[in-house]
């Protein structure tokens, strides 16, 4: 790049930039994980006039996006902006949204288990990876891996350990199926989609809630799993015919759906209270519930959405695939350029 500045004048620069530019990704509701490459853009686009690098001849335009991606000065951008992140943002960058919280409980304690949905795998050194689309746990995984601040599994009797063990399988797998299946749900008309959009938040919901184990939290965790399990229905229902009953009853909505697949066999709604009960414990009433019992009703309700799931209209279905691709070609060779100096 073209300029009479050293390396530190430049970090300075590209740094008073990029707080601006972060500030407005903020106000934009992006990602933080997927700011990086954004704001790498931005700053080309409205800080850098000119460009000379080692393979041409005096100085240019940087041009669009495709004419610099694989460029060795943009290499370098993108590398020292991934480093600003990081010495801004610490370890929230390192956050994974390709995960999916649950959560199982080990000795009557439930913990959270943050799932990988998509995964990557090596492919030719140096050039491609495999992204994953798992539907279930694969020969080389351990899901007790993935519990976050779980306990010292190595340290419980057998028993528990391989009870512990079995939860983890069982909860991983329902949500590795729920999330590829949901994810190619066909949008028959916009209300499908927006239906399908909040199961998972209130999935997620009832399993931090459980995790966090108040008893105001495990009593609010009933409706996050009523609704879960109503919007799944209701999903159902729209994308078959268009329209949904309005009922918070999920019996109801199970005997009103319109004519195909059946989802699961009616019986396991037997396993969910009936929405009465569920709204008393959302506003705080009802008797108190325990970790377990929430857990079991949790494990209902996974089981009823992915039945839903697995049942919905789809074009495509993405369950067990895996794709080959490069690596990105903006990315530098040498690690230590995606690390922030030292102060």
């Given at each position: 790049?073209?300029?009479?500045?050293?390396?530190?004048?430049?970090?300075?620069?590209?740094?008073?930039?990029?707080?601006?530019?972060?500030?407005g990704?903020?106000?934009?509701?992006?990602a933080?994980?997927?700011?990086?490459?954004?704001?790498?853009r931005?700053?080309?686009?409205?800080?850098?006039?000119?460009?000379q690098?080692?393979?041409?001849?005096?100085?240019?335009?940087?041009?669009?996006?495709?004419?610099?991606?694989?460029s060795?000065?943009f290499?370098?951008?993108?590398?020292?902006?991934?480093?600003?992140?990081?010495?801004?943002?610490?370890?929230?960058?390192?956050?994974?949204?390709?995960?999916?919280?649950?959560?199982?409980?080990?000795?009557?304690?439930?913990?959270?288990?943050?799932?990988?949905?998509?995964?990557?795998?090596?492919?030719t050194?140096?050039?491609?990876?495999?992204i994953?689309?798992?539907?279930?746990?694969?020969d080389?995984?351990d899901?007790?891996?993935w519990?976050?601040?779980?306990?010292?599994?190595?340290?419980?009797?057998?028993?528990?350990?391989?009870?512990?063990?079995?939860?983890?399988?069982?909860?991983?797998?329902?949500?590795?199926?729920?999330?590829?299946?949901?994810?190619?749900?066909?949008?028959?008309?916009?209300?499908?989609?927006?239906l399908?959009?909040?199961?998972?938040?209130?999935?997620?919901?009832?399993?931090?809630?459980?995790?966090?184990?108040?008893?105001?939290?495990?009593?609010h965790?009933?409706?996050?799993m009523?609704?879960?399990?109503e919007?799944?229905?209701?999903?159902?229902?729209?994308?078959r015919?268009?329209?949904?009953?309005?009922s918070?009853?999920?019996?109801?909505l199970?005997?009103?759906?319109?004519?195909?697949?059946?989802?699961?066999d009616?019986k396991?709604?037997?396993?969910?209270?009936?929405?009465e009960?569920?709204?008393?414990?959302?506003?705080?009433?009802?008797?108190?519930?325990?970790?377990?019992?929430?857990f079991?009703?949790?494990?209902?309700?996974?089981?009823i959405?992915f039945?839903?799931?697995?049942?919905?209209?789809?074009?495509?279905?993405?369950?067990?695939?895996?794709?080959?691709i490069?690596?990105?070609?903006?990315?530098h060779?040498?690690?230590?350029?995606?690390?922030?100096?030292?102060?």
């Amino acid at each position: 790049m073209s300029s009479q500045a050293g390396p530190d004048d430049f970090e300075s620069m590209l740094g008073e930039a990029l707080d601006a530019i972060d500030r407005g990704l903020a106000e934009a509701d992006m990602a933080l994980t997927t700011r990086p490459l954004t704001a790498t853009r931005y700053f080309v686009r409205y800080w850098v006039l000119q460009v000379q690098d080692a393979h041409s001849e005096g100085s240019h335009e940087p041009g669009v996006f495709s004419d610099y991606l694989t460029s060795d000065w943009f290499e370098v951008i993108y590398a020292r902006t991934v480093a600003w992140y990081a010495d801004r943002y610490g370890n929230a960058m390192d956050r994974d949204e390709r995960s999916f919280a649950g959560c199982i409980p080990i000795l009557g304690t439930a913990f959270l288990l943050r799932v990988p949905i998509i995964t990557k795998r090596p492919g030719t050194p140096g050039e491609t990876i495999w992204i994953c689309y798992p539907d279930k746990i694969e020969d080389d995984e351990d899901a007790l891996e993935w519990l976050e601040n779980g306990p010292n599994i190595g340290s419980l009797p057998r028993g528990d350990g391989l009870k512990a063990c079995r939860l983890a399988n069982e909860v991983a797998t329902l949500l590795r199926g729920i999330h590829v299946n949901l994810a190619t749900v066909e949008k028959t008309d916009t209300r499908v989609w927006q239906l399908r959009d909040q199961i998972l938040n209130h999935l997620e919901g009832a399993a931090d809630k459980i995790v966090r184990g108040k008893p105001e939290d495990l009593k609010h965790a009933q409706w996050d799993m009523q609704m879960a399990c109503e919007l799944g229905l209701k999903m159902l229902a729209q994308q078959r015919s268009g329209r949904f009953v309005e009922s918070h009853d999920l019996y109801h909505l199970y005997d009103q759906l319109p004519p195909g697949v059946s989802p699961f066999d009616r019986k396991r709604l037997s396993q969910i209270p009936n929405w009465e009960r569920m709204a008393e414990w959302r506003y705080g009433g009802g008797p108190g519930i325990s970790t377990i019992t929430a857990f079991s009703r949790y494990k209902a309700a996974l089981k009823i959405v992915f039945g839903v799931a697995s049942v919905a209209q789809r074009k495509i279905r993405i369950g067990g695939a895996r794709i080959e691709i490069r690596k990105a070609p903006f990315l530098h060779d040498d690690p230590e350029m995606f690390k922030p100096k030292a102060r």
